[in-house]
Each structure stands twice: as C-alpha cells, then as structure tokens.
C-alpha cells in the first residue's frame, strides 16, 4: 500500500459524506453491529468536515439538529462504537474526532494536521508503519498501539487559498 492522503479541496464533498454513511452501513451489517440513527448522525456529523471534532462540538451540533439537548454520555457512547468499529479516528492532540476513508481494514493513525485551517489529512503507509516498528524493535520496545501527528500547513494554506 502506498502513502495516500485524503485530498481534500479535491473531491466531491456530499458523494465523500454518502460514501462513508454507505460503507458504514455495510460493515455493522457484516459484523452484526447496530448502527443507530445516532450513531449514524454522529457520523455524518465528524464526516461534514474534514477538521477534527471535539465531543462537546458534536453535541451542541446534534442540539441544534434536534428539539431536544444531547447528554455528553449519550455522544460519548456513540463516539466509542464508532471508534470500536474503525469508523473514525481520535486525533490525541486536539481531543477532536475525523472520519475513516478506510474503516474495512485496520490500520494505524497517522495524520497531517494543518494549524492554519485545522484539516486533518489522513495518511495510510505500510512504510512508515515498519519503520516505526523497526525502530521502537531496535530500541527494545514491544509496540502495542501507535499514532502519528504531524503538524503543519497543507498546501491550500500554503499558498493562501484558504
């Protein structure tokens, strides 16, 4: 597998959103999970921008969607489940959530995070996944779970096309 980011000004955004809804779908159905309208919502939600969202971000989204106000437990609930199905990922530093473009397989995080816009381009390599391991094995380190987060600009930003 080659590096490949998640092209962002590049791709056409409502097909991007019912792509991931699609797939999400699928796989609960083939796992015997249930993907809750909630869940579902949550979803759509983190994939209507490719900018992490926090918990509470979320939750006041779903209140102005809804008659009624979300409990955090409630968005907490479904934030875990999708993250147990590899739907989406946590990115640690900003304690914020992104939707996965490759949720049919595990894999490792590792993200390009622009501080000027606050996109979070995911990155998926077999490379830099063995070097990470090569090297923690070199330093006698046992790897149960790694992410990568790499800050920066991305190249709308760049050249100030923002």
């Not at 990922?89 to 490792?108: D, T, Y």
């Not at 006698?140 to 790694?146: C, I, W």
Request: with cysteine; net charge negative.
């Amino acid at each position: 597998m080659t590096e490949r980011p998640l092209a962002c000004s590049q791709h056409n955004h409502d097909h991007c959103i019912d792509d991931a809804l699609s797939a999400a779908r699928t796989l609960c159905a083939e796992r015997g999970v249930r993907l809750t309208d909630l869940r579902e919502q949550v979803l759509a939600l983190i994939w209507d921008s490719h900018k992490p969202l926090g918990a509470y971000t979320l939750m006041e989204m779903l209140s102005e969607e809804s008659t009624r106000r979300v409990a955090p437990p409630t968005v907490y609930r479904a934030l875990d489940f999708l993250l147990e199905q590899g739907l989406i990922h946590r990115i640690n530093r900003l304690n914020a959530f992104v939707g996965c473009p490759s949720p049919e397989h595990q894999h490792h995080s590792h993200f390009l995070l622009c501080n000027d816009c606050g996109v979070a381009v995911e990155l998926e390599s077999d490379k830099l996944d063995k070097d990470i391991l090569s090297a923690a094995r070199n330093a006698g380190f046992s790897v149960e779970a790694h992410s990568l987060e790499v800050t920066g600009l991305c190249a709308r930003c760049q050249t100030g096309k923002v």
